[in-house]
């Protein structure tokens, strides 16, 4: 089992930026990849960014490229997505969630622990 908390989110005007981090009680998610996901409402979960174990490949949305850039520190078993230059429709609840496998991917089945989501919202 794997615990992860999040932190982070919350309101910001467009053009703004926040920082989202998300930390594994367990040493060993280090050597799995990770990855951010959004839901907003009436919408189903997509994902945004994800990261190998070694932060050696990365995947983005194409709504966020550019804009959004995922990272980890292994030392401190955290994954980060900081976003810049947010918009409306970034409005969403983001969950960090840690993948069964070293690599990343965009295969739902392939991450099996969550956490507990934060609410972001974009005001204009």
């Known amino acids: 089992q794997v615990q992860l908390v999040q932190s982070g989110g919350g309101y910001v005007q467009a053009g703004g930026s926040l920082r989202l981090s998300c930390t594994a009680a367990?040493?060993?998610?280090?050597?799995?990849?990770m990855a951010w996901l959004r839901q907003a409402p009436g919408k189903e979960r997509e994902f945004v960014a994800t990261?190998?174990?070694?932060?050696?490949?990365?995947y983005y949305a194409d709504s966020v490229k550019g804009r959004f850039t995922i990272s980890r520190d292994n030392a401190k078993s955290t994954v980060y997505l900081q976003m810049n230059d947010l918009k409306l429709e970034d409005t969403a609840v983001y969950y960090c969630?840690?993948?069964?496998?070293?690599?990343?991917?965009?295969?739902?089945?392939?991450?099996?622990?969550w956490g507990q989501g934060t609410q972001v919202t974009v005001s204009s």
């Open positions: 969630a840690v993948s069964l496998y070293s690599y990343q991917s965009q295969t739902m089945a392939h991450y099996r622990y």
């Open positions: 367990r040493r060993t998610a280090s050597n799995n990849a």
């Open positions: 990261i190998s174990w070694n932060g050696g490949s990365t």
